[in-house]
């Protein structure tokens, strides 16, 4: 009977696991409300905790997963809450001795979910607690014996740490996070993981960008400007449309800030022309609140430049703009 059971809890977890891949790979949400009704309605009955714990762990952590990309992509904080349930349950048994990847696996889980329920409560506690669980993780998942876990534990590491900063104003914080960064795009790089490396250039920008916004020193400014921009050299339009038109977003806004604080009018001209870039795909039908902030930004821009330059034209633009954006 037990290796009956066995076999049966081995067949319906794979099939759970494959609704999960379905889910997250294709966006498909059925697909991963499927897995997590299957792990907590069919697989976790088959492996009882007392009887095989391994199994009912690993259950546990793909539960934790499932829930975890649901909770992300949906409003509210339940499933995310039920996600870091399941992850705690699984460390109920998973022991860095005995299971040091599996452990730290499922430390990455637990400091995931809890960071995105951390962001949506505004607990800085919680997102204290996520930075401490993604270093714990790390201890494990060191860049030598486990480079691809290493930089994908070390990126969310850097964004706890830049919403952590964000929120608390703290510019150390902020230094660590643009670190963190810094130290994935070793591993990261350009012609090794494109994609990723494009994302991290984009998180770093934003990460200097904050951190300069709060300093005195513009050099920050300029390097973020140099990291988005070269997120730009993957993140083509014609490839990547949604990505291409947040990183002008991000280019504009760092520009914005540099053409402020150095009153240098050719700063925002660029900023001017890189918001209009991302109005070329940020649709005002599809996508209202980005259009807004957008819109808002660029009128911001224009101001600034009017007072600078005399330039009424541009000055009864920028009315235009915000009127626009007052009635979305």
């Given at each position: 009977?037990?290796?009956a059971?066995?076999?049966?809890?081995?067949m319906?977890?794979?099939?759970?696991n494959?609704?999960?891949?379905?889910?997250?790979?294709y966006?498909?949400?059925?697909?991963?409300t499927?897995?997590v009704e299957l792990?907590?309605?069919t697989?976790?009955?088959?492996a009882?905790q007392?009887?095989?714990?391994?199994?009912w762990?690993?259950?546990q952590?793909?539960l934790g997963?499932?829930?975890g990309i649901?909770?992300?992509r949906s409003?509210?904080?339940?499933?995310l809450?039920r996600?870091?349930?399941?992850?705690?349950?699984?460390?109920c048994v998973?022991?860095?001795e005995?299971?040091?990847r599996?452990?730290a696996?499922t430390?990455h889980?637990?400091?995931?979910?809890?960071?995105?329920?951390?962001?949506?409560?505004?607990?800085?506690?919680?997102?204290?607690k996520?930075?401490?669980?993604?270093?714990?993780a790390l201890e494990?998942?060191?860049r030598?014996?486990?480079?691809a876990?290493?930089a994908t534990?070390?990126s969310h590491?850097?964004?706890?740490?830049l919403?952590l900063?964000q929120?608390t104003?703290?510019?150390?914080l902020?230094?660590r996070?643009?670190?963190?960064?810094?130290?994935?795009l070793?591993q990261?790089?350009?012609?090794?993981?494109?994609?990723?490396?494009?994302?991290t250039?984009n998180?770093?920008?934003t990460?200097l960008?904050v951190?300069?916004?709060q300093?005195s020193?513009?050099?920050?400014l300029?390097?973020?400007v140099?990291?988005?921009?070269s997120?730009?050299?993957?993140?083509t339009r014609e490839?990547?449309p949604?990505?291409w038109?947040?990183?002008q977003?991000?280019?504009?806004a760092?520009l914005?800030?540099?053409?402020e604080?150095?009153?240098?009018?050719r700063?925002?001209s660029?900023?001017l022309?890189?918001?209009?870039?991302?109005?070329q795909e940020?649709?005002r039908e599809?996508?209202?609140?980005?259009w807004?902030m957008?819109?808002?930004?660029l009128a911001d821009?224009?101001r600034?430049?009017a007072?600078?330059t005399g330039?009424?034209?541009?000055?009864r633009?920028?009315?235009?703009?915000f009127?626009?954006?007052a009635k979305?």
């Amino acid at each position: 009977a037990g290796l009956a059971s066995a076999v049966q809890w081995r067949m319906q977890y794979e099939r759970a696991n494959v609704l999960e891949e379905l889910g997250r790979e294709y966006g498909d949400n059925r697909a991963l409300t499927e897995a997590v009704e299957l792990y907590e309605q069919t697989v976790l009955p088959l492996a009882p905790q007392l009887v095989r714990p391994d199994d009912w762990s690993a259950t546990q952590h793909r539960l934790g997963n499932a829930l975890g990309i649901l909770g992300q992509r949906s409003r509210g904080v339940r499933m995310l809450e039920r996600s870091v349930a399941a992850f705690e349950n699984a460390l109920c048994v998973r022991s860095r001795e005995h299971s040091p990847r599996d452990w730290a696996a499922t430390r990455h889980g637990l400091a995931n979910a809890l960071g995105i329920l951390a962001q949506r409560q505004g607990d800085l506690d919680m997102l204290r607690k996520a930075v401490a669980e993604f270093e714990r993780a790390l201890e494990v998942r060191a860049r030598k014996q486990a480079p691809a876990d290493w930089a994908t534990t070390q990126s969310h590491l850097g964004t706890a740490l830049l919403t952590l900063g964000q929120l608390t104003r703290d510019s150390s914080l902020l230094a660590r996070s643009i670190d963190a960064y810094r130290q994935v795009l070793q591993q990261w790089t350009r012609e090794r993981a494109p994609l990723d490396w494009a994302n991290t250039q984009n998180a770093l920008g934003t990460a200097l960008r904050v951190r300069g916004e709060q300093g005195s020193d513009p050099r920050e400014l300029e390097q973020a400007v140099t990291a988005h921009r070269s997120a730009l050299a993957v993140w083509t339009r014609e490839s990547w449309p949604e990505e291409w038109a947040l990183t002008q977003n991000n280019v504009a806004a760092a520009l914005h800030r540099l053409g402020e604080r150095e009153n240098d009018t050719r700063h925002l001209s660029d900023a001017l022309t890189a918001y209009r870039n991302a109005l070329q795909e940020l649709c005002r039908e599809d996508n209202p609140i980005a259009w807004a902030m957008t819109t808002a930004n660029l009128a911001d821009v224009r101001r600034s430049l009017a007072e600078y330059t005399g330039d009424v034209e541009m000055s009864r633009r920028a009315v235009s703009d915000f009127e626009m954006v007052a009635k979305v």
